[in-house]
C-alpha cells in the first residue's frame, strides 16, 4: 500500500523559510512524478512544483521557482520542498501527491496518490 506523509509545516513570519518533506512508503513504488500543490482557505487547489524520475524540476510560476526549491533523496524514498522567502499569500496547507504516468500536465486530477496535507501559515 502505497502511503505519502507531509511534514514540516507551521507558522512563521513573512521573510522565513521552511522545508516541507514528504516520506514514501511502499513496495516497488516508482512514480514518474512527484508533486507539490497547495490549496488555501476559499481557494482551489494549484499546482507548486514537481520532479520527475530523471531529476528534472517544475514550477508552477516565476515567482515560485525563484524562492521555493524542489528535490528528492531517493535513499530516503522522501521529496523536499524549500520554501524561502515566505510571503502571506503562500499560506495554504501543502500537498504532497505522486503519479505513476508521465505528462507534461499538472491537474490535480491527474496523480494517483495524495498525502494528507501540512498547514503553512506565514503571519505578515
Known amino acids: 500500500q502505497v502511503q505519502l506523509v507531509e511534514s514540516g509545516g507551521g507558522l512563521v513570519q513573512a521573510g522565513d523559510s521552511l522545508r516541507l518533506s514528504c516520506a514514501v512508503s511502499?513496495?516497488?513504488?516508482?512514480?514518474?512524478?512527484m508533486a507539490w500543490f497547495r490549496q488555501g482557505i476559499g481557494k482551489e487547489q494549484e499546482f507548486v512544483a514537481a520532479?520527475?524520475?530523471?531529476?528534472?524540476?517544475?514550477y508552477s510560476n516565476d515567482s515560485v521557482k525563484g524562492r521555493f526549491a524542489i528535490w528528492r533523496d531517493i535513499a530516503k524514498n522522501t521529496v523536499y520542498l524549500q520554501m524561502n522567502s515566505l510571503k502571506p499569500e503562500d499560506t495554504a496547507v501543502y500537498f504532497c501527491?505522486?503519479?505513476?504516468?508521465?505528462?507534461?500536465?499538472?491537474?490535480?486530477?491527474?496523480?494517483?496518490?495524495w498525502g494528507q496535507g501540512t498547514q503553512v501559515t506565514v503571519s505578515s
Open positions: 501527491a505522486a503519479r505513476l504516468g508521465h505528462s507534461d500536465t499538472y491537474y490535480p486530477r491527474t496523480f494517483d496518490y
Open positions: 511502499g513496495r516497488s513504488f516508482s512514480p514518474a512524478i
Open positions: 520532479i520527475r524520475s530523471n531529476g528534472d524540476s517544475v
